[in-house]
């Protein structure tokens, strides 16, 4: 009977609930839901010159639209602006937004909390012209108790956040601007867990049995003192699978206007472990009761894992040794811009871990919290991430000049907000910190880190340093005991956990010499370059850019492309295949972040302007993965690989490399119109095997075998002139949510139904049914077409348009139209 109102109670914990006008809790509702949606009905204006909230009333120009909003990813690119190529080339700003809201009369003995997940950047926020606070760093959430401040009843609120990304650069990337995560509005009881107040921690974990602790910390806001019982309970499984596995209960007497910890302990037998293949999850629901009745109920996903980072072994998981194969992902959504949704976020993570990838770092900052769930899920392991600057800035105006006064509370509110995530296994307290070297440096390391380890001893605290190692050197042995080489300040302090290499791959195989008593990883790699679908026809593993640091890259290919053979990489990076086959070799090193797994908005090195957009991404910024990633997915993956490249469409008898990424086999042969032009084998460490042959148009068909057996075979045509256009929908049934995407690709085919490999057909999109095209783009970083549109130019053959469910089900049909070509209709089905 208990289990069964429990599940019941549980079931209706996943539904989000209305509290605000328009769907009042019944008194004798049981279980509260302490969170609900804010996104909706806020109004926003874009004003500079507005500075002062008393008169944003003067101001006639707000438009209605749901957060999370974005604003600088619908502006237009600049080249003058002052963010900077850095930042993207698209401006900041000063905006305001404003909501009316009611809230139940039922409501006015309760506590009220606003949360914003994330405001992009010196937010400060009024309610009832009630000043809350301000609160510089965007990428953290906070909370305002707004309950004295509100109207309950009939009468309306209003809420006004002014948000100030004016002061520009304050970013080495895109950053985005406004309230660009969710909000959300919290009721409980006056008696109730406190925000992020529940610590769940697995200090001993076997198959047989683990034990989870739980450090809850309840808030009475209540002007008595309680007599209240704590009882905590733990879940397995969801909707009709949820069991319950075990709970404890505990009276306590808090104080009144008091909050009072409590240590609770259950054990769990038989566990069914957290892994990076099976992301098991468990959920803790811990309820407070006064007087036999329920007042405050609040659930906390957790994992039951045990891991460790080995001297000698790396990674161990369960047990287990696990190669870390990560990748660091900002925070930018491609054309959706900074604006978060969680399907663009689990899309993105779908995409890598089909690459095997079972790693994300959170470059350079706290994530969004839909981010971390989604890992806790799927399988990653992260490393958090908290600054890109300590005290001293990267850019003028960036958050190293709000150092002083919030760093600590950052930390602390991070710590607290992600610490119940199983899939974050690292801490990371910055990331190529300039006073890395120097003793101040390590004072403000040591305060880092004693926070780090207040909050949460489970997990290693590291730094991603510049090289730990000098390297300014000719010896590339570089081992300490050799004449020059120098130790970084950082990495000797002995204040990290793990050495947190960030490039430097040159080091790695030293590593046990250099760092005897202290774990490997590398918190940043390679820094490779590429434009999907364009190559130099020839390709060149030596070519690098710059070759001297004082170069420009004003040499460089028509259009800024860079080829997309493994070839271009930063002087500070590697080829891909370099750095992945030191860390491949040995189980010390126990792996890697690259850098990085999208492409991201800014950051366009090696060009400047007129490219907005990084090179860095093994998936471009629509999503589409270039040549490389099928390299990892050879290596990362139990699937069977064979990949060729480049597309099939050259000048008759130009010398053209032909490369092969491949698995689970011995060889591979090529043929261009049915004639062999030879067999190749990977050999020692080859990533991949190649031919150069001269081009004849016709078909370049690839065969792998093992022990004689064909294992795959793939072929690539030369494409005909442009004809038609094809449109392929990620997910053709979408949520009728106001939330929900599809992401359709767009395909310039031949009339043969080949890929048009040069394509750059300009592409018209309309929709009828109840959506929206919230998003174009082909991941041409030379693009300054807006992201925001019905049309845009493709790159190589492919463009992206991404189209948002509204709240009604139906059905939505998107026609892709190109002048000269036939055209494509698409229907996506709301449910
Ligand atoms: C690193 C830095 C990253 C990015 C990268 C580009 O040094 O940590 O944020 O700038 O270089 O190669």
Not at 639 to 648: A, N
Request: charged content about 25%; hydrophobic content about 35%; overall charge neutral.
């Amino acid at each position: 009977m208990f289990q069964f109102t429990l599940y019941k109670k549980i079931g209706l914990l996943f539904v989000s609930f209305l509290l605000l006008t328009g769907c009042k809790t019944s008194s004798d509702e049981k279980f509260i839901n302490r969170k609900v949606s804010f996104n909706s009905d806020w109004s926003f204006h874009l004003n500079d010159s507005i500075k002062d909230k008393d008169t944003i009333g003067a101001s006639t120009q707000w438009r209605t639209l749901n957060v999370p909003h974005d604003w600088s990813i619908e502006g237009k690119f600049d080249e003058k602006s002052p963010a900077g190529y850095g930042g993207g080339s698209l401006n900041g700003g000063l905006g305001w937004y404003k909501k009316t809201f009611k809230v139940a009369a039922a409501d006015s003995s309760k506590v009220t909390s606003i949360t914003f997940d994330g405001v992009y950047k010196d937010s400060e926020v009024w309610v009832n012209g009630h000043y809350l606070g301000k609160r510089p760093n965007g990428y953290i959430g906070f909370q305002y108790d707004i309950s004295s401040y509100l109207n309950y009843g009939d009468k309306n609120n209003e809420i006004i956040v002014k948000v100030d990304n004016s002061k520009q650069p304050n970013s080495r990337w895109y950053s985005g601007s406004g309230i660009f995560r969710n909000v959300w509005i919290e009721t409980t009881d006056k008696l109730h867990v406190a925000q992020w107040g529940t610590y769940v921690t697995t200090p001993k974990v076997t198959t047989e049995n683990a034990s989870v602790n739980f450090e809850t910390t309840i808030q009475n806001q209540n002007s008595d003192s309680k007599k209240a019982t704590v009882t905590t309970t733990i879940f397995y499984g969801v909707g009709s699978d949820l069991r319950r596995i075990k709970s404890t209960n505990q009276n306590i007497t808090i104080g009144a206007n008091a909050n009072q910890t409590i240590k609770q302990q259950i054990e769990v037998p038989n566990p069914i472990l957290w892994s990076v293949e099976k992301p098991e999850l468990y959920t803790a629901v811990t309820e407070i009761s006064l007087d036999n009745k329920v007042v405050d109920e609040y659930k906390t996903k957790f994992g039951i894992r045990d891991f460790k980072f080995d001297l000698n072994k790396g990674f161990i998981l369960n047990g287990k040794q696990v190669k870390i194969k990560g990748v660091c992902m900002h925070h930018d959504l491609g054309p959706l811009g900074a604006a978060i949704n969680t399907r663009a976020i689990a899309r993105q993570l779908e995409i890598l871990k089909e690459m095997g990838v079972n790693g994300i770092r959170t470059s350079h900052n706290p994530p969004a919290p839909e981010l971390l769930d989604l890992c806790d899920k799927m399988g990653f392991i992260v490393m958090d991430e908290a600054f890109d600057m300590w005290k001293q800035t990267k850019t003028k105006y960036d958050y190293g000049n709000d150092w002083d006064k919030w760093h600590k509370k950052d930390l602390v509110d991070q710590l607290l907000r992600d610490r119940n995530h199983p899939s974050i296994f690292i801490w990371s307290i910055g990331n190529e910190i300039p006073e890395q070297w120097s003793e101040t440096g390590i004072t403000i390391a040591k305060e880092l880190a004693a926070i780090t380890r207040q909050y949460d001893k489970t997990r290693p605290l590291t730094a991603a340093m510049n090289p730990p190692v000098n390297m300014n050197i000719d010896d590339v042995t570089l081992q300490f005991e050799k004449k020059n080489v120098q130790i970084n300040p950082l990495a000797a302090s002995g204040i990290l956990d793990l050495i947190g290499y960030n490039y430097a791959h040159q080091t790695y195989e030293h590593h046990q010499k250099n760092f005897p008593n202290t774990p490997f990883i590398a918190t940043e790699t390679t820094s490779g370059l590429q434009t999907r679908g364009y190559y130099d026809a020839v390709s060149d593993v030596n070519k690098k850019w710059p070759v001297r640091w004082d170069l420009k890259f004003t040499d460089g290919n028509p259009g800024n492309t860079v080829s997309a053979y493994d070839q271009t990489q930063t002087p500070w990076g590697s080829t891909h295949e370099a750095t992945w086959k030191i860390i491949k070799k040995h189980d010390y090193l126990s792996g890697m972040y690259i850098w990085t797994g999208f492409d991201y908005i800014g950051e366009p090195t090696p060009y400047e302007w007129p490219s907005v957009s990084s090179y860095f991404g093994i998936v471009d910024l629509a999503g589409f993965p270039k040549d490389v990633y099928y390299m990892y997915q050879s290596e990362w993956t139990d699937k069977t690989v064979l990949h060729i490249f480049p597309h099939w469409n050259w000048k008759a008898g130009q010398t053209v490399d032909v490369w092969a990424y491949y698995n689970k086999a011995d060889e591979v042969e090529l043929f261009l119109n049915g004639k062999s032009v030879g067999v190749r084998s990977k050999k020692g460490d080859d990533l991949h095997v190649m031919w150069r042959i001269p081009f004849q148009a016709g078909t370049l068909k690839a065969i792998s075998r093992k022990d004689g057996k064909t294992v795959l075979e793939t072929e690539i045509k030369t494409a005909g002139n442009p004809d038609n256009l094809k449109l392929t929908a990620d997910r053709s049934t979408i949520k009728a949510d106001g939330n929900d995407l599809s992401f359709v690709t767009v395909d310039i085919l031949d009339a043969k139904g080949t890929l048009a490999p040069n394509a750059n057909n300009e592409i018209n999109f309309s929709l009828k049914g109840n959506g929206k095209i919230v998003g174009v783009c082909s991941g041409d970083p030379v693009s300054h077409e807006p992201y925001k549109g019905n049309k845009h130019t493709a790159l190589a053959g492919k463009c992206l348009v991404i189209v948002q469910s509204e709240n009604k089900t139906g059905r939505l049909e998107l026609t892709a139209k190109a002048n000269g070509l036939k055209q494509a209709t698409i229907v996506i089905t709301t449910e």
